[in-house]
């Protein structure tokens, strides 16, 4: 159920031609806000695919007058990066919510994980959230949202994960210095920290380490999605303008 009025904000979802960030992009469409559906275009041209059947279904469900706006860019390239905020500039005429969702997952153990794991994770989920602050802070209004999507990895240490947990732990990190630097701003800046969440990320998990986790949560199953849409959509909302520098574990009471 949609309980929150995002008409006339801007919000912009990275990576959100899947997965979470779908559902992201998805519940601040369905509550009145201008979108930017973000994606990366990758050589398969799957992403730009995916990107494009989600926005003529948004672009569907919309009220008459507001857009749906798609825009690519690999957030691990800071002029990339740059030129997105400044189609968003050009397109929207400025920016309210940031979420920043884009991630991948590359576990190996450390003996095993080579430079090229190390460094993809690091420069996506730490480089890429530093850089889409960084360029946002161009164009980003009094008052606005940044929501960076960390991780309980981020919290705890999971197995296979130093180059995950070291960046989403950079992610948190980063929320609490720029909570401060922008607060004066009245410019709020938040983590949600999922658990497991049913996506295609998990089909990087081997099923044993999945059925683990399974039986670790205290709900008794993995989250959706939609779980981590509505916690966000609670700090990005007026009624969370009050909290920032924090994070928000979205786990089924796992952790
Ligand atoms: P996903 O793999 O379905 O989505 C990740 C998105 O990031 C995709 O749209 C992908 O195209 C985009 N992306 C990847 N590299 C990119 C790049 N270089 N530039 C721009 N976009 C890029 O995964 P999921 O599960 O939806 O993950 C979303 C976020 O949630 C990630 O940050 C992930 O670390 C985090 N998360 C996921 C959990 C889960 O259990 N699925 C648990 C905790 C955190």
């Keep these: ?68 706006h798609l825009l690519a860019a690999d957030v691990r390239e800071p002029d990339q990066v740059q030129s ?13 919510i940031l979420v920043n969702n884009a991630g991948i997952l590359r576990d190996r153990s450390l003996r095993k994980m080579t430079l090229d794991d190390w460094h993809a994770v690091l420069r996506t989920n730490l480089d890429g959230v530093f850089y889409c602050c960084k360029y946002a802070l161009d164009i980003i209004r009094d008052g606005g949202r940044i929501i960076n999507i960390a991780s309980v990895a981020g ?26 630097e922008l607060a004066r701003r009245q410019i709020t800046v938040n983590a949600v ?35 981590v849409a509505h916690a966000v959509l609670f700090l990005a909302s007026e009624e969370s303008s009050y909290i920032t520098g924090q994070v928000l574990p979205v786990t089924g009471g796992w952790i």
């Design 1 to 68: 159920m949609i309980r929150y009025d995002f008409t006339g904000k801007v919000a912009l979802v990275t990576g959100s031609s899947r997965g979470i960030g779908a559902a992201i992009v998805s519940a601040f469409s369905a509550s009145g806000a201008t979108v930017v559906l973000h994606y990366w275009d990758d050589p398969e041209g799957q992403n730009r695919q995916d990107a494009q059947a989600l926005a003529a279904q948004l672009q569907a469900q919309t009220a008459p007058g507001t857009t749906v």
């Design 84 to 96: 997105l905020m400044q189609q968003v500039q050009q397109h929207c005429g400025g920016l309210d």
């Design 155 to 180: 919290l705890v240490g999971f197995h296979g994960q130093t180059n995950y947990a070291a960046a989403k732990a950079g992610v948190i990190g980063l929320t609490r210095v720029l909570a401060k």
């Design 193 to 227: 920290a999922p658990g497991v969440i049913q996506t295609a990320m998990l089909g990087e998990l081997r099923p044993e380490v999945l059925a683990e986790y399974l039986k670790q949560i205290p709900m008794g199953r993995l989250g959706t999605p939609q779980d």
